[in-house]
């Protein structure tokens, strides 16, 4: 009979090896998901740190954003150089003309005769006969009479016989706190209905007004508006071949930057329909200081 106790003693040793091994391999095991654990733990505060700095560089750019964008005080001076023909052309004294709301009617009317003189000039306009030369002057005076004056009945008719294709009840949902707000200023800006100027943009006969619709390589800063509804002439009118003119006048408005009235030259570009025979503002344009911003003025 074998002598199980004997077996068992004889057993022991190896046993306790084997025992012995398998604590071993735990204790490696444990370790090694111990350094697992650690790496990610690792990765965690890696990803902390990364999303803190990320959240530091935005706060930064907003920062940054903010200070830009606000008015400018005291020694803080824009350094853009302003070319002798930018400071000749806004120079604020030439700006005298400071009309009231009962005065601005018959400014307008003269700044329209003035438009219509120099159209006569003009071998584009002067081609289309009396109607062209004519409806200009009438169309940069109903502009002048929505950006100084608007009347919501009146300007609506002028904009619809214009090809507008806002209904009554649209154009008044659009304008109707537009003019409410002109009326609330209570005065007009500054101007200088004397400096009012036609330039030929098209080279439909040859009459280009290269030097006065180069403003932009004369140093001033330009800004144009347009509008995204479909208005009756292509969307690059001087590509198509059509006359296209441009007329602004010398007038103060608000900088963006200074929050202060500040001198430009705004006005509005027209291209010739020759179906409806009337001249469409497609685009308003603003000539300024490089360090200025405006809004241009509202089609």
Request: hydrophobic share 40%; net charge neutral; aromatic share 8%.
């Amino acid at each position: 009979m074998v002598d199980v106790v004997k077996m068992e003693r004889a057993r022991g040793p190896k046993l306790n090896v084997k025992r012995r091994l398998r604590e071993i391999w735990g204790v490696l095991e444990l370790t090694k998901y111990l350094e697992i654990l650690k790496g990610y733990i690792l990765s965690q505060q890696t990803r902390l740190l990364v999303g803190l700095v990320v959240l530091l560089g935005g706060l930064f750019v907003l920062a940054r954003g903010y200070f830009s964008t606000r008015p400018v005080h005291g020694a803080e001076v824009l350094t853009a150089e302003v070319s002798e023909t930018v400071q000749s052309a806004l120079d604020p004294t030439n700006f005298t003309v400071v009309p009231t709301t009962d005065l601005m009617p018959d400014i307008i009317e003269q700044i329209k005769a003035s438009v219509i003189e120099q159209c006569k000039e003009k071998h584009s306009i002067a081609q289309l006969g009396p109607t062209g030369i004519g409806d200009l002057g009438e169309a940069f005076a109903e502009r002048l009479r929505f950006l100084t004056i608007p009347n919501l009945d009146r300007d609506f008719q002028a904009s619809s016989s214009r090809g507008d294709p806002l209904d009554r009840e649209q154009w008044f949902d659009r304008y109707r706190v537009y003019e409410q707000s002109i009326q609330d200023q209570k005065t007009i800006p500054a101007m200088n209905p004397a400096g009012v100027q036609v330039s030929v943009l098209s080279l439909a006969q040859g009459d280009i007004d290269s030097e006065k619709a180069n403003r932009l390589g004369q140093g001033f800063g330009v800004t144009l508006g347009t509008r995204g509804d479909r208005l009756p002439v292509p969307e690059d009118p001087i590509q198509e071949g059509l006359v296209v003119v441009e007329v602004v006048l010398p007038m103060m408005r608000l900088d963006m930057i200074t929050r202060k009235m500040a001198t430009a030259i705004l006005g509005y570009r027209f291209a010739w329909n020759s179906r409806m025979q009337k001249w469409i503002p497609y685009q308003s344009v603003i000539y300024k200081n490089p360090n200025s911003a405006f809004s241009p003025p509202l089609l």
